[in-house]
Nanobody
Framework: QVQVVESGGGLVLPGGSLRLSCTAT????????AGWYRQAPGKQREMVAD???????KYADSVKGRFTIFKDTTEKTVYLQMDSLEPEDTAVYYC?????????????????WGQGTQVTVSS
């Protein structure tokens, strides 16, 4: 069964950095596209960063210049490097991945959400 697992969240001081990981497990060929989303208490979930199969990236205006999304060489893990963190970045961060799964006689694509990882920016 293909799953997506996030890690790397935690408590950090304002101005600090964190790197979130999103790894697809199971009979995964690769993650061909992914997005990081976040949801703060009392707010709607919002897109933070997105990367497509060509490696093109998009960012929310609030994180441009501070966050970077990228894939590793295996294309089974997507990272979100977060620098210059602000208290307003506090939220649960979720990964959404478009995945190619290896199956008998070929492959199939699917979309999976991770369980979320808490990021808290506070002094």
């Amino acid at each position: 069964q293909v799953q997506v697992v996030e890690s790397g969240g935690g408590l950090v001081l304002p101005g600090g950095s964190l790197r979130l990981s999103c790894t697809a497990t199971g009979n995964v060929i690769k993650i061909y596209g992914a997005g990081w989303y976040r949801q703060a208490p009392g707010k709607q979930r919002e897109m933070v960063a997105d990367i497509n199969s060509r490696g093109d990236t998009k960012y929310a205006d609030s994180v441009k210049g501070r966050f970077t999304i990228f894939k590793d060489t295996t294309e089974k893990t997507v990272y979100l490097q977060m620098d210059s963190l602000e208290p307003e970045d506090t939220a649960v961060y979720y990964c959404n991945a478009d995945i190619y799964e290896s199956i008998t006689y070929g492959s199939r694509s699917m979309n999976r959400w991770g369980q979320g990882t808490q990021v808290t920016v506070s002094s």
